[in-house]
């Protein structure tokens, strides 16, 4: 169980995109980057719609994770992945988390 309140078959929930949603975003984050740290904590610490989960980019958790990923790009580029699949990099991360 995902601690997430469950939402009826048809009801679109408020992270809903069309028919379906967005339950939560992985984001991969340069963990040697004193900026992308900061982001990391300020980011935490602000009210989320949709849930961050955080995992240092080029990590073994992220290698495990996201097999099919460029993870050399993801140390260059903030790299967010939705529960979706879907992939967001640079700006469209950014906008993802915000």
């Given at each position: 169980m995902s601690g997430h309140p469950a939402v009826p078959a048809?009801?679109?929930g408020p992270t809903a995109h069309g028919g379906g949603g967005t339950g939560g975003l992985t984001v991969l984050y340069d963990a040697h980057c004193p900026l992308c740290r900061a982001a990391r904590r300020w980011l935490a610490t602000r009210a989320q719609l949709v849930p961050l989960e955080f995992v240092p980019a080029g990590s073994v958790e992220a290698r495990r994770r996201f097999p099919g990923l460029d993870h050399d790009a993801?140390?260059?580029d903030l790299t967010v992945?939705?529960?979706?699949g879907e992939v967001y990099a640079g700006d469209g991360a950014w906008?993802?988390?915000l």
């Open positions: 048809g009801d679109a993801t140390l260059r992945v939705a529960d979706t906008f993802a988390c």
